[in-house]
């Protein structure tokens, strides 16, 4: 496991890669699926619901390989309620 200074310092000789989460990494539902998922709950104004996080087949592996190559940053031009 690397020190967060180590892992700074690899990070500075990488290149960054920027990831979109929603829709391309991880599906956000908001009506329950019915495959494995994590469940974040969230709040619009005076609402409140549940979004049902469904990560892509292979997700795990796929940024560790990446990882090894690439400083990894994620965005979303989801709503940001969502993700607050």
């Given at each position: 496991m690397l020190?967060?200074?180590e892992h700074k310092?690899?990070?500075?000789?990488?290149k960054k890669l920027i990831l979109d989460l929603d829709g391309t990494l991880v599906a956000i539902l908001m009506?329950?699926?019915k495959v494995k998922h994590s469940v974040v709950h969230v709040q619009r104004g005076n609402s409140k619901a549940s979004a049902y996080v469904i990560p892509r087949?292979?997700?795990r592996r796929f940024l560790k390989t990446l990882n090894m190559h690439f400083e990894i940053q994620l965005f979303?031009?989801?709503v940001k309620e969502v993700y607050s």
């Open positions: 020190t967060d200074k310092k690899s990070n500075q000789k990488k009506t329950q699926p087949k292979g997700l979303t031009s989801s």
